[in-house]
């Protein structure tokens, strides 16, 4: 682990792990994820597993200011840490924040804040989230998208964005794990 994935994971250990234990939990387990892409990566590994154990951050209650957690997670980055643009890109555009942004009426800004399109690596932060259950545990992405729905309940915002998202996150999964068995 390199010094930017150092600081990234004891920055959310200490905003997530007393209040949302369930959400370190899971938080650690899309590090594990991103690690296990190191192979594929080169020297972009570290920032990936920088933005694993950064992309929740945002739902840590002394951080919510919108309730938008791609959003207040790489504002904090940005603002209180003056974290590198691309690692606060990943964290406000991680698993098709922009479809859920809409749904939430911060588009806008969003894409002002944080660029309209999302950064390089955003696949593999996808499958990192995307196979990754809230309690640590690696599941299919289908698993996963079907977990968050039931959480959610019908006629929730989150899983209008899953529905509108799932085929961009299964997509983004499946087109990494055929890169990682490339290089296997």
Known sequence: MNNTAKWARELARDHLEA???RRWAHTQG???????????LGESADLLEAAAWLHDIGYAPDLVVTGFHPLDGARYLRDAHHADDH??????HHSCAMI???ERGLADELAEEFGATPP?????LIYCDMTTSPDGEHLPVEERLAE?????????LVSRWIA?????????????????????
């Open 87 to 92: 690692l606060c890109r990943l964290v406000a």
């Open 19 to 21: 209040p949302l234990p």
């Open 164 to 184: 509108q998202s799932s085929p961009s996150l299964i997509d983004a999964v499946h087109h990494v794990r055929e890169e990682l068995n490339l290089h296997l």
């Open 100 to 102: 859920e942004a809409r």
């Open 148 to 156: 968050i729905l039931s959480r959610y309940g019908d006629g929730h």
């Open 30 to 40: 899309v590090a594990q994820q991103a690690r296990s892409l190191a192979p594929i």
């Open 120 to 124: 390089d690596l955003t696949k593999a």
